[in-house]
């Protein structure tokens, strides 16, 4: 009896998984994704990829934000919060492309999902983060706008939007250094329009 019930949760549980596009990726030995223990990157293509995404918030310097500030950029989309370690390895390297391409039609943003803004301004005094990054918390408009074309179900997450404002590539995990995601905003800001 015992067996059988464990049987039948284990049956279950498997047919409620859904299988990850990278992993599918990774199985089919397609090069699309790149994968590791704690670091996915998935690249989509041009024809393939969804909607604009517009997105809004409050910085954590106050100032409101909205995606149509930024039209015509491509834009690197951060979802860290302080007290994240894998947030805190990575902060140099988001900042060292930041200012690679600064000036060059590239926008960051840092969406910051658990932290008010206090804590985020001495995160980015302490790491010398540049860039602005909405406090989320509260309200999550930021991480619901990009709910229905990409998950952001771990943190950090870091996506390269295309110049029509659609998710081109999506990091989940800590960055290996910088040039991976100096790579994948080169490709977009060389992709025409």
Known sequence: ?????????????????????????????????????????????????????????????????????????????????????PCRVEAKDLESVWQKYEGKDVSFVGVNTYDQADTARAFADEYGITYPSLIDVDKGEAKLAFASVTPIQATPTTLVLDKQGRVAARIIGQLDGPSILSTLVGDALAESE
């Not at 949760?9 to 699309?32: F, H, I, M, R, W």
């Open 1 to 85: 009896m015992l067996g059988a019930a464990l049987a039948a949760v284990v049956a279950v549980s498997l047919t409620a998984c859904a299988q990850d596009p990278v992993a599918e990726q990774y199985l089919e030995g397609n090069d699309k994704g790149y994968i590791s223990a704690d670091f996915t990157v998935v690249e989509i293509a041009p024809a393939d990829r969804g909607e604009p995404v517009e997105f809004q918030g409050i910085t954590e310097s106050g100032d409101e934000f909205t995606s149509s500030q930024i039209a015509g950029d491509v834009t690197v989309v951060n979802f860290w919060y302080a007290a994240c370690g």
